[in-house]
């Protein structure tokens, strides 16, 4: 396999020193972007084509798209880091290029290859690296993404896909830190059914949670916690971050199902966890055992754990009926030091010994 030779055309419009830096030091989640964006096509006969850096903005769509009409789309998410030396980095590009297949399959787009999609995250950071910041807690948010452009109406997989790296500064997702945050339980709405798009990353997942997403907050709560579609008994995960549940003999349990999206930062944590000497199991798990195992205090922590939020400690379930745990958590003693493992990894603080570092720049 070649490598991709990216076309150069640099944003005559770019931000200055002065604006990006205003905007680096306060920039939100992604309320800003880079001044570029990777473009990467694909055809039924002509394959990946025409790689390109290009300057952020518009993309220009027919109106009979396949995406706009049939929902033929997926996307990742990972994060740059700054490092002391001022060298930038990601973690674990390879999974999430994998996962980026494994959706692109189920949902019949073409299978970006894993050299492509290393190769389109470090041609964006070649002309955007300035954008990564340096303070604590602080990242670039990269998305790839790719969806079906093919102008037609019919039901069949589209024949021509772009592909696209966009990014933004940012800092932490939820604005309250490490704080425990509270989360509804939904109780009329699934995020995905057996035999659905629950695994892949795909837009239309999202959408579906985003009515149950409302609900979280008119009962202040931040996010959402969902139930299986078949027996609305078993945990799945929230709108868009894995769960995992914390016992007092220090064994971490998260939840099994194939309509879970893998988490890569909570495969991370668990093997992390693991090292430390915690057992490890991923099972089925009911809302009555966190119900019955928070009352007895045999579940001693909760967090929540994806890209965009790291590691979150779990305050309190509300449901219409009953709540888990309390407004007053505060975060747990095990989630904090999991927490503070990874990030001294993703920012360079402590030896990688796993090789889940990826360097961007050079």
């Known amino acids: 396999m070649t490598s991709l030779e990216f076309h150069r055309h640099l944003n005559l ?3 200055g020193v002065a604006e990006r830096d205003a905007i680096l030091a306060n920039p939100g989640f992604c309320d800003f972007m880079t001044d570029h964006m990777v473009d990467i096509c ?3 006969k002509g394959g990946w084509h025409r790689p390109r850096i290009q300057p952020y903005g518009p993309i220009e769509l027919d109106p009979a798209a396949a995406v706009l009409h049939y929902g033929q789309e997926i996307f990742e998410g990972l994060k740059a880091y700054r490092h002391a030396d ?3 980095w990601t973690f674990r590009p390879d999974a999430n ?3 980026f297949q494994a959706s692109a399959a189920r949902m019949s787009l073409p299978e970006l290859p894993v050299e492509y999609f290393l190769e389109s995250l470090k041609a964006l950071i070649s002309v955007d690296g300035d954008w990564v910041p340096s ?8 998305r790839p993404f790719m969806f079906g452009k093919e102008a037609f109406l019919g039901v069949r997989p589209a024949k021509k896909i772009a592909f696209y790296v966009i990014a933004g500064p940012a800092g932490p997702y939820f604005t309250g830190g490490v704080a425990p945050v509270n989360i509804w339980l939904s109780e009329n709405y699934s995020r995905a059914g057996k035999g659905g798009t629950g695994a892949a990353k795909t837009g239309g997942n999202y959408a579906a949670s985003l009515i149950a997403q409302n609900e979280a907050y008119a009962n202040g709560c931040q996010q959402v916690l969902f139930l299986d579609s078949t027996t609305n008994t078993f945990i799945e995960e929230l709108g868009g971050m894995n769960v995992v549940l914390v016992y007092k003999d220090g064994s971490l349990v998260t939840p099994l199902s194939d309509s ?5 930062t909570r495969d991370s944590v668990l093997v992390l966890a693991e090292e430390l000497g915690h057992k490890v199991t991923r099972r089925p798990v009911t809302i009555q055992e966190w119900r019955e195992g928070a009352e007895s205090g045999e579940i001693v922590e909760a ?8 590691v979150t400690p779990i305050g309190q379930i509300k449901a219409k009926d009953f709540t ?3 407004a007053d958590a505060v975060a747990g003693e095990l989630t904090l030091s999991l927490r503070a493992a990874l990030a001294d990894i993703q920012y360079g603080r402590s030896e990688d010994t796993h090789g889940w570092m990826y360097r961007l720049d050079g």
Do not use: H, N, V
């Open 13 to 15: 419009q770019a931000k």
């Open 42 to 44: 694909w055809s039924e």
């Open 86 to 88: 001022g060298s930038i």
């Open 97 to 99: 290029a994998r996962r």
């Open 135 to 142: 303070e604590p807690d602080t990242s670039l948010y990269l």
């Open 260 to 264: 879970i999206l893998p988490g890569i």
């Open 303 to 310: 967090f929540a754990c994806g890209t965009a939020a790291m």
């Open 324 to 326: 888990i745990g309390s």
